[in-house]
């Protein structure tokens, strides 16, 4: 049984990202701990435009206090569409007005808002870059920053994003790759585009073609419909020195259209539609998973730094709340274990690491089964192509049907259920 009142745990969080927000809201409110935030911006960021909030993002958000105002558009039906031909190949699930956590498009403005409305004021430091971490033995860790200041602490959260400092104190060689795939973001106001006759703006609709696609969502509750969102991708994208940049540089739209001109011509001219200066260009970025996302018994990787996977399917932002959630809990179970501070989150990060690195594992071993679908989807010929897409969407062999197949495990996550579920099991391995 541990001793009286433990010390208090000193903790530095790396990355105002959703990880590093959850992060400050769920530790921050643990008895006896000193958290403290450190960002290299300036100021906090938004990259992006849109992000869809699904079941497990709801559930979480519900759990650290933050859902309240993180309101959209419901992603239900997402109507599924030849690109070039605009016709229908899957109509998708139809909106369902009493599930409470439907899956919803919402401005990451939004999202971000009501993380930081819960992070308690004072605690983020900005132009702070972390540049080394330093193992200090029994005495904590110290991370020394860009501006020569530094801080010890007994446990850093890399919450730093996929380029993590923290993960490459890590796995050095950590092989990050370019994944041939880019993004371009933006929203627009719904004005621009109501001129263009059967454009669908109050559902969400993913046109389809051979090596890009084009999403097109509201992202404001339909009784309020400022902003659509276009999220249009390819897949084969050539690598160019020096150009090829991972988060949200500005791109002109001659450059996005010259990807796009050959599709329905509702979309090309909705693209044309779009204000110059308002398209943001996101190259992706993947690497394999991680047998462990904890160091030293001092640091512990949360969000994209864990698992660089190429925009987490859409969810990588819950991820990044579901592991800062677990994190809490971990070292609230282990303190009632241990006696001492290093103790704690040793044991804390065992727990964080039984918990979250199967679940990595299991996406990204789904990621790379995917791989050969988008393979042969860039390489469909367009005779085939409309037949290929509906054949793929009818047995869902392409992955794609939200809340279907494999990706139901990761929409459908509850994290609050998955810790009741460890803490069951460890209850059951401590008895047997
Ligand atoms: C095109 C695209 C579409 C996506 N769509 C969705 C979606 O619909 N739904 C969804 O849930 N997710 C989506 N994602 C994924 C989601 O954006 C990420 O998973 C999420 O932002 C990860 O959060 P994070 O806090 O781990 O990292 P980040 O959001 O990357 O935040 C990292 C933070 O750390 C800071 N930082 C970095 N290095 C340092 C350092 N050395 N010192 C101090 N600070 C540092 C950065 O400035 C940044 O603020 C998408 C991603 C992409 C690229």
Redesign the pocket.
């Known amino acids: 049984m541990p001793s009286a009142t433990p010390a208090a745990l000193r903790i530095a969080v790396?990355?105002?990202?959703?990880?590093?927000l959850s992060s400050a809201i769920a530790l921050s409110e643990l008895p006896n701990v000193s958290v403290r935030v450190?960002?290299?911006?300036p100021a906090l960021?938004t990259?992006?435009a849109?992000?869809?909030?699904n079941h497990n993002?709801f559930k979480v958000l519900e759990l650290l206090g933050a859902r309240e105002g993180v309101t959209g558009a419901s992603t239900n039906p997402t109507v599924q569409r030849n690109a070039y031909t605009g016709e229908i190949v899957d109509p998708g699930v139809p909106h369902d007005p009493e599930d409470k956590y439907e899956a919803r498009r919402v401005r990451r403005l939004v999202l971000q808002e009501s993380l930081i409305a819960r992070v308690p004021k004072g605690l983020i430091e900005f132009n702070?870059?972390?540049?080394s971490l330093e193992d200090l033995e029994d005495d904590g860790v110290r991370a020394i920053f860009a501006d020569g200041t530094d801080t010890t602490v007994d446990l850093v959260v890399g919450?730093?994003?996929?380029?993590?400092?923290v993960r490459k104190h890590m796995v050095p060689d950590y092989p990050l790759a370019f994944t041939h795939q880019v993004?371009w973001?933006t929203l627009v106001p719904v004005e621009l585009l109501q001129h263009i006759p059967d454009l669908p703006l109050t559902t969400t609709s993913w046109w389809r073609g051979a090596a890009k696609s084009v999403w097109l969502s509201p992202v404001d509750e339909l009784s309020n419909l400022k902003l659509m969102e276009f999220?249009v991708r390819t897949y084969n994208e050539p690598y160019i020195e020096g150009k090829t940049v991972s988060?949200g540089m500005p791109v002109s739209g001659e450059k996005v259209l010259s990807r796009f001109k050959d599709l329905d011509p509702r979309l090309v001219e909705a693209i044309k539609q779009v204000p110059e200066g308002g398209w943001m260009e996101?190259a992706?970025y993947a690497g394999p998973s991680l047998d462990t996302s904890v160091a030293w018994g001092k640091l512990v990787l949360?969000?994209?730094?864990s698992h660089p996977s190429a925009?987490?399917f859409?969810?990588?932002?819950?991820?990044?709340m579901e592991d800062s959630w677990i994190l809490a809990r971990a070292i609230e179970h282990a303190r009632k274990s241990t006696d001492t501070v290093a103790d704690t989150v040793v044991e804390a990060l065992r727990i964080f690491d039984t918990i979250r690195v199967p679940f990595y594992k299991s996406m990204n071993a789904f990621r790379e089964s995917q791989k050969e679908n988008i393979k042969k989807m860039a390489q469909a010929v367009w005779d085939d192509f409309d037949a290929e897409l509906r054949r793929r969407f009818a047995s869902d062999g392409l992955g794609v049907k939200r809340g279907q197949g494999f990706l139901s495990f990761v929409y459908s996550g509850d994290i609050g259920k998955t810790w009741k579920e460890f803490v069951e099991s460890e209850k059951a391995r401590n008895r047997g």
């Not at 450190?38 to 911006?41: F, G, K, L, R, V």
């Not at 849109?50 to 909030?53: K, M």
């Open positions: 790396i990355g105002t990202g959703p990880g590093g450190y960002e290299s911006a960021k990259h992006g849109g992000i869809s909030v993002g702070k870059k972390l540049v919450a730093d994003g996929i380029r993590s400092v993004g973001r999220s988060w996101f992706s949360v969000g994209d730094s925009g987490g859409g969810s990588g932002s819950a991820f990044a």
